[in-house]
């Protein structure tokens, strides 16, 4: 009945299935345990009428026209240019940490005198991780990276990771550098902005096609045996000849034969407030202060116009796969060498793609992961059928 099983419905599942139907003609199943598709992408309507994001703010930005050009055909978009800010000593900065952020939190003439140096070391409109700014040899320099480390940066991360900054890998600290520039976007990404009607609205319009078929509340393995020897498939006890797309936990797959890989997970608790407006912008992090990290207002992100409002505490927190979601791979070099022995299991098994955050253990933003798909789709789907 099927050429393509694909587990998972979010980014590189609806993705590699729209793809694999419309460009090859060929029938796919997407196998979801959640009951909706969408991924951590998923919004929805609340009872207020606000379009609230399910798994926490998803801001799409992409220097990418390729994706950009993609996902167009399935949305229209709202442009919007995020911006974050930081309550740094009692007052909301702009995060991350730039040239006006430094005016807001030193004197003018301390500020000058910073920027100057900063300018002249490293020049103008460059972005440079808190780690690699730690280690300039200037006295002026030195205090103030250990004041952006020590105000923003530490307590944020061990909110947020339960790790110092050092314990972990440099492309998960280097996701929020110092910013040397003027500009106080979150992102500076040539194309910006929201679905005009939600993501979910999105993957409805990229999964509208007759050769899919979507099963939801559905663990994979309820409906499909897999011999990790020979890497037979069965589907409803049938034998499968064609492809499976995996994208759940690479570790789940086989079982935790090698051990579980850690997760971060997140909990989140909605708030909706009888006024128009609660903050100034976006996102507000709180790196010192409170047990959450950040709080997001809808309404700057959807541009509706109503008298309440509803917002989003962000609460960072261990990851149980009994009790709650992995949402970000703790990368570190343990996790990395455990991770490998799964990928070593995986690329012995022919007729499984294994993509994405989890089947992949790595941190995507959305047009990575989907340029990620369709990069998949060219090189392992649509030329095995050339």
């Given at each position: 009945?099927?050429?393509?099983?694909?587990?998972?419905?979010?980014?590189?599942?609806?993705v590699?299935?729209?793809?694999?139907?419309?460009?090859?003609?060929?029938k796919?199943?997407?196998?979801?345990?959640?009951?909706h598709?969408?991924?951590?992408?998923?919004?929805?309507?609340?009872?207020?009428?606000?379009?609230?994001?399910?798994?926490?703010?998803?801001?799409?930005?992409t220097?990418?026209?390729?994706?950009?050009?993609?996902?167009?055909?399935?949305?229209?978009?709202?442009?919007?240019?995020?911006h974050?800010?930081?309550?740094?000593?009692?007052?909301k900065?702009?995060?991350?940490?730039?040239?006006?952020?430094?005016y807001?939190?030193?004197?003018?003439?301390?500020?000058?005198?910073?920027?100057?140096?900063?300018i002249?070391?490293?020049g103008?409109?460059?972005?440079?991780?808190?780690?690699?700014?730690?280690?300039?040899n200037d006295?002026?320099?030195?205090f103030?990276?250990?004041?952006?480390?020590?105000k923003?940066f530490?307590?944020?991360?061990?909110?947020?990771?339960?790790?110092?900054?050092?314990?972990?890998?440099?492309?998960?600290?280097?996701?929020?550098?110092?910013?040397?520039?003027?500009?106080?976007?979150?992102?500076q990404?040539?194309?910006?902005?929201?679905?005009?009607?939600?993501?979910?609205?999105?993957?409805?319009?990229?999964?509208?096609?007759?050769?899919?078929k979507i099963?939801l509340?559905?663990?994979?393995?309820e409906?499909?045996?897999?011999?990790?020897?020979?890497?037979?498939?069965?589907?409803?006890?049938?034998k499968?000849?064609?492809?499976?797309?995996?994208?759940?936990?690479?570790?789940?797959?086989?079982?935790?034969?090698?051990g579980?890989?850690p997760?971060?997970?997140?909990n989140?608790?909605?708030?909706?407030?009888?006024?128009?407006?609660?903050?100034?912008?976006?996102?507000?992090?709180?790196?010192n202060?409170y047990?959450?990290?950040?709080?997001?207002?809808?309404?700057?992100?959807?541009?509706q116009?109503?008298?309440?409002t509803?917002?989003?505490?962000?609460?960072?927190q261990?990851?149980?796969?009994?009790?709650n979601e992995?949402?970000?791979?703790?990368?570190?070099?343990?996790?990395l060498?455990?991770?490998k022995?799964?990928?070593?299991?995986?690329?012995k098994?022919?007729?499984?793609?294994?993509?994405?955050?989890?089947?992949?253990?790595?941190?995507?933003?959305?047009?990575?992961?989907?340029?990620?798909?369709?990069?998949?789709?060219?090189?392992?789907?649509?030329k095995?059928k050339l």
């Open positions: 009945m099927f050429n393509y099983i694909i587990v998972g419905a979010g980014f590189v599942g609806s590699l299935a729209e793809r694999i139907a419309t460009q090859l003609n060929k796919v199943i997407i196998i979801e345990k959640r009951n598709i969408g991924g951590n992408a998923y919004d929805y309507y609340n009872k207020e009428g606000i379009l609230v994001h399910k798994y926490g703010p998803h801001i799409f930005h220097r990418s026209k390729e994706v950009w050009d993609y996902l167009s055909q399935f949305t229209e978009w709202l442009i919007y240019q995020h974050v800010l930081g309550l740094i000593d009692g007052k900065v702009p995060i991350p940490f730039n040239l006006n952020t430094l807001e939190v030193f004197p003018n003439s301390l500020a000058k005198k910073l920027e100057e140096k900063l002249k070391h490293f103008f409109n460059v972005k440079i991780p808190i780690l690699k700014l730690r280690e300039v006295d002026d320099l030195q103030l990276a250990n004041y952006i480390y020590e923003i530490l307590n944020y991360t061990i909110k947020q990771w339960g790790v110092k900054p050092e314990d972990l890998d440099p492309t998960v600290t280097g996701r929020v550098p110092v910013y040397i520039s003027r500009d106080n976007r979150y992102f990404d040539q194309f910006q902005g929201m679905p005009k009607y939600g993501y979910t609205k999105m993957f409805e319009n990229m999964l509208d096609h007759s050769y899919i099963l509340n559905t663990d994979y393995k409906v499909i045996d897999m011999n990790l020897e020979t890497g037979e498939i069965k589907l409803f006890d049938q499968f000849e064609g492809k499976l797309i995996y994208t759940g936990p690479i570790d789940y797959f086989f079982n935790y034969k090698h579980n890989l997760y971060r997970s997140l989140f608790k909605f708030e909706t407030i009888d006024m128009e407006q609660f903050q100034e912008v976006g996102t507000v992090n709180y790196p202060n047990s959450f990290t950040r709080i997001t207002e809808f309404k700057h992100l959807t541009g116009k109503t008298n309440k509803t917002i989003v505490k962000e609460f960072s261990e990851y149980d796969p009994n009790k992995p949402y970000y791979p703790i990368k570190n070099e343990e996790n060498i455990l991770f022995l799964y990928k070593k299991e995986a690329d098994l022919d007729n499984v793609i294994f993509a994405g955050r989890l089947a992949e253990y790595q941190y995507y933003d959305m047009d990575a992961v989907v340029a990620k798909a369709l990069k998949i789709f060219k090189e392992k789907i649509y095995e």
